[in-house]
């Protein structure tokens, strides 16, 4: 038996190796009937989405869900790779005061440890998960209940325009889309902070598998394969440029490929490793480094593809039809080229930062308590 009567604070915890399981609605089985709380890896987050979604855990993952990791008492990983994105560097920080289990079909993965006396399951995550649904687990709803009020107590902070974008792009979505990232500050921002509306939406995400630019690709892939459905990608302005001759093949083939760039006018990632680390020393990554942006909605109307230029993302209000129609356009959202990603766990000393006032930072761990 994994859940022992004796834990009070569980998680289970789920990376993309459920999706390549076919387990994903396992996921949801398993929270109806335990209502014990979900937390996901960068790569699976959308494996927890609709009701049931807190966030991600690991370096840029959501304050929450790391806060949570730090006070649970058991964290049942499935399909989940825990490198040192989402352990850190000193794996004695990671989920200090839990028992780990550890269920992979990767007996390599499993051959280290992350933590002393963790128990190893090497399996397929949908048996995995077919052998907890048969135990008699007691309902945890006051814990879950915890865990969703510390994630509303923190909702106003480690907010950045980028994240603002993405959480409007979310509320004009339909249900169940299908979504496609590119790689950089925007990968980080969606992961962030897209929340799905259903539980049959997916969130493309490279993930390691891709580089700047894989977005749009991953988009048209995505829509052939649903018979030139409607797909929606969130790109960079780094990131558009790496593939923006694919505007032809979305136009050619008349793909309704709804196209977000959370333009910042700098490669936002590494001109933050400028700015933080290098005293500000930018090499091609802002303009006074040697990095420029064309007008994106020139360059989409010379492909025949509806554009638009959006000074704020609440403007996307003006734009719901377009969201559904079956005709491609690209939204060129201006965001501030001071764009930050927070929070952030420094690799050097596990700390999250930037550091919230210690009264709030305490008030969290009394919810979750």
Excluded at 93 to 120: C, G, M, Q
Excluded at 137 to 152: G, L, R, V
Excluded at 334 to 342: I, N
């Amino acid at each position: 038996m994994i859940f022992h009567s004796t834990y009070n604070k569980p998680i289970l915890l789920v990376g993309n190796g459920v999706r390549s399981a076919g387990a994903a609605n396992l996921v949801y089985d398993f929270v109806e009937k335990t209502n014990i709380p979900v937390l996901t890896t960068m790569n699976g987050v959308d494996l927890a989405q609709d009701n049931i979604h807190i966030g991600f855990i690991g370096t840029h993952g959501n304050r929450v869900a790391n806060m949570i990791l730090n006070e649970c008492d058991l964290v049942v990983a499935v399909g989940a790779r825990l490198g040192i994105r989402q352990v850190g560097r000193d794996a004695t920080t990671f989920a200090p005061n839990a028992d780990l289990v550890r269920a992979d079909i990767d007996e390599y993965e499993l051959s280290r440890d992350v933590k002393k006396n963790e128990k190893k399951y090497h399996t397929d995550a949908r048996d995995f998960f077919r052998i907890i649904l048969e135990e008699n687990i007691k309902d945890y709803s006051e814990w879950k209940a915890k865990c969703f009020k510390a994630k509303e107590y923190l909702e106003k902070y480690d907010v950045q325009p980028g994240n603002l974008a993405v959480r409007k792009i979310s509320e004009l979505l339909p249900a169940n889309p299908i979504i496609s990232v590119d790689v950089g500050m925007n990968q980080c921002w969606s992961a962030q902070s897209l929340l799905l509306k259903g539980r049959d939406g997916r969130i493309h995400i490279a993930g390691g598998f891709g580089a700047m630019g894989c977005g749009l690709p991953y988009a048209i892939g995505a829509s052939i394969s649903r018979d030139n459905g409607v797909v929606y990608c969130i790109s960079g302005d780094g990131g558009m440029q790496m593939n923006i001759q694919e505007l032809e093949t979305v136009k050619r083939e008349k793909l309704p490929i709804k196209i977000f760039i959370l333009n910042n006018r700098v490669l936002g990632k590494i001109s933050e490793t400028q700015h933080y680390n290098h005293n500000n020393r930018f090499a091609a990554t802002t303009e006074s480094g040697g990095y420029t942006v064309p007008d994106f909605v020139k360059i989409s109307e010379a492909y025949g593809i509806k554009a638009v230029t959006l000074s704020n993302y609440n403007e996307l209000d003006n734009y719901k039809g377009l969201f559904t129609d079956n005709e491609p356009c690209v939204f060129n959202i201006l965001l501030p080229k001071e764009s930050f990603l927070t929070p952030k766990i420094k690799f050097e000393t596990g700390i999250i930062s930037p550091k919230l006032d210690e009264n709030i930072i305490d008030e969290v761990k009394n919810i979750l308590r």
